[in-house]
């Protein structure tokens, strides 16, 4: 391949928080029946107790969330971006954070969105920290969609978080 030019386009990335009532879909009570039946943790850039990537098909108790996940993500495409595009959930997973966890810095391309929510969230918890700039703090019942190829991390915790992450993507 020839020599590649790169030019590039200064634009602010959105990034869109909601408010949900976390008692919504009893999520506390599912993930704690989950990670009882499922207490085997994943590796990945998260260290913390982390479910397999594929939770929302091993246990469907979570798909009524699953499915707000992706309303709230066409409603964002329709409405922000002026595209109506149907979307699924590709992959969802629970961190369960401890004092001392953290995330190392990563993103999720080539996904279309990538979703954080916190389903529960002790004071002193770490925030959210996008391309090392924008620092969101933890909230429960905050919700957190972002553009997948942002990088993101989580510095070591003095609390526990609990957060649920999916990726969203085009259905092909």
């Not at 506390?28 to 990537?53: D, G, L, M, Q």
């Not at 707000?68 to 595009?85: K, N, P, Q, R, W």
Request: glycine share 4%; aromatic share 12%; proline share 6%.
């Amino acid at each position: 391949m020839a020599g590649i030019n790169i030019s590039t386009v200064r634009k602010e990335i959105p990034v869109f928080i909601l408010h949900e009532d976390p008692e919504q879909w009893g999520l506390s009570r599912i993930i704690k029946k989950h990670r009882k039946k499922h207490p085997e943790s994943y590796k990945s850039n998260v260290n913390a107790w982390h479910s397999a990537w594929d939770t929302h098909k091993i246990n469907h108790k979570f798909d009524p969330f699953v499915e707000h996940l992706v309303g709230a993500c066409e409603f964002i495409m329709a409405g922000y971006y002026d595209h109506d595009a149907k979307l699924n959930c590709k992959d969802f997973w629970v961190m369960q954070y401890e004092k001392g966890d953290s995330a190392e810095q990563h993103q999720h391309f080539p996904y279309t969105f990538a979703c954080a929510y916190y389903v529960d969230a002790e004071e002193g918890c770490s925030p959210i920290i996008f391309e090392g700039k924008l620092e969101i703090p933890a909230e429960t019942g905050k919700l957190i969609i972002f553009p997948a190829y942002l990088k993101h991390e989580v510095p070591p915790t003095d609390s526990k978080r609990t957060v649920i992450s999916a990726n969203i993507c085009l259905t092909n």
